[in-house]
């Protein structure tokens, strides 16, 4: 059974989440944050849902592990809910933000760091890109456990599998809306204009697409049933077109 720190591995290696343990599951919700050097916290409207969405996750994958499928179904049911309330959550976050200044903590956010003097806060690319990262791990979780659930269960990972790449899907397509940059200025060492906006943080979503990516094909090469490879496809069309999509909105940066 993977710890949450385990379960969020790609997105405390770029700076998105890190995790609380399984041990701190019924304490009080502590703020997801990085190590000692990681992003500030998370606004308390969103990081209490990333809490929850991963404590249920985890009692998920132990209903699993202990063949009590429907207890498993129950608290995905919850995992789905608390996904659902962190977007929402985010949402108000971006909604309320004030515009975007040029420089403003670009190189802060691409780094993982606080900006001396500021809010301890993470604005709201950083908290937004939170919440894909917690999309990823609902996802990768869901899909880790299809292999060998039953119908009642592959009907609940299929659906929380889903509901994780929809709302990702319809995050991105939100972030490109409001993604209106303050003019650049030339901050980094190179010369390279730092411009504050979407494009300064979600280029760090690709490799959450890859991982997927990966893991359903991987998982679609063993014996697996017809059942589930109907839904590993499915979730693998879905994460091919929105990495497209990600890397249309937000051009990875040129070589060198």
């Known amino acids: 059974m ?52 991963e404590a249920a996750l985890q009692r998920a994958v132990e209903f699993v592990d202990t063949a009590q499928a429907d207890k498993a179904v129950a608290q995905l049911s919850v995992a789905r809910t608390q996904l659902r309330k962190a977007w929402t959550g985010a949402k108000y976050v971006i909604d309320t933000a004030p515009p975007p200044v040029a420089g403003d903590s670009a190189v802060g956010r691409a780094s993982g760091g606080a900006i001396p003097g500021a809010s301890p806060y993470a604005d709201q690319y950083a908290t937004g890109l939170a919440v894909v990262g917690l999309q990823h791990d609902v996802a990768a979780t869901a899909i880790g456990l299809t292999d060998g659930a039953n119908t009642a269960l592959l009907s609940s990972l299929s659906t929380t599998i889903f509901t994780a790449l929809n709302a990702r899907d319809a995050a991105i397509a939100y972030f490109h809306s409001k993604d209106k940059p303050a003019p650049a200025r030339n901050a980094r060492a190179g010369g390279t204009p730092v411009v504050a906006g979407w494009g300064s943080v979600m280029p760090q979503a690709t490799p959450l697409l890859a991982d997927e990516i990966q893991q359903l094909n991987g998982m679609e090469k063993g014996p697996v049933s017809a059942g589930v490879g109907k839904v590993l496809r499915a979730a693998e069309l879905q994460d091919v077109k929105t990495q497209r999509t990600l890397n249309q909105f937000w051009p990875p940066a040129p070589a060198g």
């Open 2 to 53: 993977r710890s949450f720190r385990v379960l969020a591995a790609a997105a405390v290696a770029i700076g998105l989440v890190g995790v609380i343990p399984a041990a701190a599951a019924t304490a009080p919700p502590a703020h997801i944050a990085g190590g000692d050097a990681g992003p500030p916290l998370y606004p308390s409207i969103v990081n209490v849902r990333l809490v929850r969405t």
